[in-house]
């Protein structure tokens, strides 16, 4: 049903959401290991 589009849509979006903020903060960690000091 439209519902169910309705609703998987938003957990693979949240999903989505999830893993960007994971490689995203990995990203942000890494470039502090290099750059204690980051401007």
Known sequence: TIDYVR???????CWCVLVIWEIWDY????ASFYHPNPI
Do not use: I
């Not at 990203?27 to 890494?30: A, D, H, K, R, S």
């Open 27 to 30: 990203l942000e960690v890494g």
């Open 7 to 13: 609703k998987r849509n938003e957990a693979v979006t």
